[in-house]
């Protein structure tokens, strides 16, 4: 059988046949507006961090922004090829777990994941502080309320989410084409002015700027290089989301990572060529891209439009891990490392479990963090970084196994530079907080693993991918619990004899005298009526329904082995809401104790009164 390949050696998406639910799905325009956003925004702290840790050397440090910039660039650049590659070899989405999984080995590939996982629910923490930090920045008398607007900002990410990706997309497009229309703006305007138009927003403001030095070490750059790669989280979000596009997914996944590889470098590479330009020198609360506003496009209403665009894009961008973490989980999941439950899909396409799953749990680390920013900061960005190496290294195995040289060398260079990065971030914010990470992601593959294993066991005991015996007929017996003579009693012995050879009901019978004057007057009236069933009396010193039916279950199935054994269960369920809290409940306790202790089956009927 021929197989065709293209001469990259990556066989050929096949031209997917339409898919009704495709308007639920991602054009490459609306995959950049849901997917790009955390990418995007990076472009207001990927430069000051690198601006930051340069300017420790004073202005003869800050010399070195570009030349900083431009390396990070050429990494974005082989990243953006790299999961260009990772789209078309992997079309069902997983990005670097989906390749360490193919080309690195089972442990490997669970470490991607669990990266992933961690860092798209930081960025969700981080995106959120982050935004409402910039509002509280302008608006100072809201700081106290900052924790409770975080949690009002995700709830309604959260619920534009459950609505479908697409409808979060078209809601997104709007600022983020307002916010790459004004960096775009700030950088054109700012190449043709010789000098700042204005300084207004550093003014009065105390320098974070140290003494000049005669040389910048290797260890600053390197640190500088690190820091400055928090502008590439995101860069991989299209390539775990790709079944979220329609089809053919895989070409316009394509066409959205390109086009976000172009734009965020656009934006990188002008953005510092101004901070170059203007000789910007960083200052205490205020942004360097608050600066270059003001320096390009003076402290005017265009200022503030970069400014607002800014704290929505931000505040936004935890959408990327909205549209990207459920989609791996799903894929987890179908590998039996999560609960099935995430493989879900709801209409509009929505895996709602994981959506909700990611919100619960950064509504948690938006409260341990008391809506602080710089509390969940040095935990960003490493897990993407390990994401990052791993997706690198499998491409290399990729191209290796294809002859590929050239593109092998490219992502082995990838590989060093992230995995490099990787080591840096971990140890220069290991003591700010960064330790929890390393805690975490082993933490994370156990749990993994836990779970595949107990599906593992119970896929063992189903037979699963085994040939089943073929069905024979047992005798069986169904026993109804019973506590009085009702309709509903008749209608539970009718659905009985239905279904069983044998019905027989029972009533439990404790020792104080009301309760003995109770199940002689039911057996007095179970005499008179004479339904054909028999009435087994079953005696408990204890005030508890469970336990006596579980050992007369137990005692039967010592006695008949072959013998099937159902417990029917009647309930009489109001037809009105507020009128459930009225039920006694017992119907669920008894069907809970014998699910617990008993391998009999467990049917609840439910009679509308």
């Known amino acids: 059988m021929a197989v065709l390949t293209t001469e990259n050696g990556v066989a050929p998406a096949a031209e997917e046949p339409p898919d009704p639910g495709d308007r639920h799905k991602l054009t490459a325009l609306t995959g950049l507006a849901a997917l790009s956003l955390d990418a995007m925004a990076s472009v207001a702290y990927g430069p000051e961090a690198i601006v930051l840790v340069l300017a420790a050397a004073g202005g003869y440090g800050l010399g070195f922004t570009l030349p900083v910039t431009l390396a990070i660039a050429g990494l974005l650049a082989v990243l953006v090829a790299s999961y260009r590659q990772v789209i078309a070899a992997f079309p069902d989405g997983g990005g670097s777990y989906a390749v360490a999984k193919t080309h690195l080995g089972r442990r490997t590939s669970l470490v991607a994941a669990g990266s992933l996982v961690l860092d798209y629910v930081l960025n969700v923490a981080v995106a959120v502080t982050a935004g409402v930090a910039a509002l509280t920045s302008a608006f100072p008398g809201l700081h106290d309320d900052r924790l409770a607007m975080c949690l009002v900002v995700l709830v309604l990410i959260t619920g534009v989410n459950l609505r479908g990706i697409v409808d979060s997309a078209r809601a997104f497009i709007a600022p983020t084409a307002v916010f790459i229309g004004a960096i775009m703006i700030l950088i054109v305007v700012g190449l043709f002015r010789d000098a700042p138009v204005s300084t207004a927003a550093s003014a009065g403001h105390a320098s974070a700027l140290a003494d000049d030095a005669t040389t910048v070490g290797a260890l600053l750059l390197l640190k500088a290089f690190a820091s400055g790669c928090s502008a590439l989280t995101g860069v991989e979000a299209i390539a775990n989301a790709v079944p979220s596009f329609r089809a053919p997914a895989a070409k316009r996944a394509m066409r959205a990572e390109v086009a976000l590889g172009a734009l965020l470098g656009v934006m990188l590479i002008g953005l510092s060529v101004l901070i ?334």
């Open 276 to 609: 170059s330009r203007f000789g910007l020198r960083p200052v205490e609360c205020v942004t360097v891209l608050a600066q270059l506003a003001d320096a390009s496009l003076g402290h005017n209403w265009a200022f503030y439009v970069v400014q607002f665009a800014t704290m929505v894009l931000l505040a936004l961008s935890a959408n990327t891990s909205f549209g990207g973490l459920p989609v791996l989980l799903k894929l987890l999941a179908r590998d039996d490392y999560l609960p099935h439950v995430f493989g879900l899909k709801a209409d509009r396409q929505v895996h709602r479990h994981g959506v909700v799953w990611l919100a619960v749990v950064s509504a948690t680390l938006l409260v341990f963090s008391g809506g602080d920013t710089n509390t969940l900061v040095p935990l960003f960005a490493i897990g993407v970084f390990i994401g990052f190496t791993i997706a690198q290294t499998g491409m290399v195995l990729h191209w290796r196994a294809t002859r590929q040289w050239g593109r092998a060398v490219l992502n082995g260079l990838g590989a060093v530079l992230t995995g490099v990065s990787a080591i840096v971030v971990t140890a220069t914010k290991f003591h700010d907080g960064a330790w929890l990470i390393v805690i975490a992601l082993p933490a994370l593959v156990l749990a993994f693993e836990a779970v595949h294993r107990a599906y593992g066991r119970i896929g063992e005991r189903l037979g699963v991918g085994r040939v089943p015996e073929p069905p024979h007929r047992a005798r069986s017996l169904v026993l109804v619990p019973v506590s009085s003579l009702t309709r509903l009693t008749s209608e539970a012995l009718t659905a009985a004899v239905s279904l069983g050879d044998e019905v027989r009901a029972v009533t439990v019978c404790h020792s104080d005298a009301e309760d003995r004057e109770a199940t002689e007057a039911l057996e007095r009236d179970w005499a008179l009526w004479n339904p054909g069933v028999p009435l087994v009396r079953l005696p408990s010193e204890r005030r508890t329904l469970g336990r006596p039916i579980t050992a007369y279950v137990h005692g039967l199935r010592k006695a008949e082995p072959d013998t099937r054994i159902t417990v029917l269960i009647p309930e009489a369920e109001p037809e009105r809401l507020w009128q459930r809290p009225l039920q006694n409940r017992r119907g669920a306790l008894v069907a809970r104790a014998v699910r617990r202790d008993t391998d009999a089956v467990v049917c609840r009927l439910r009679f509308t009164v």
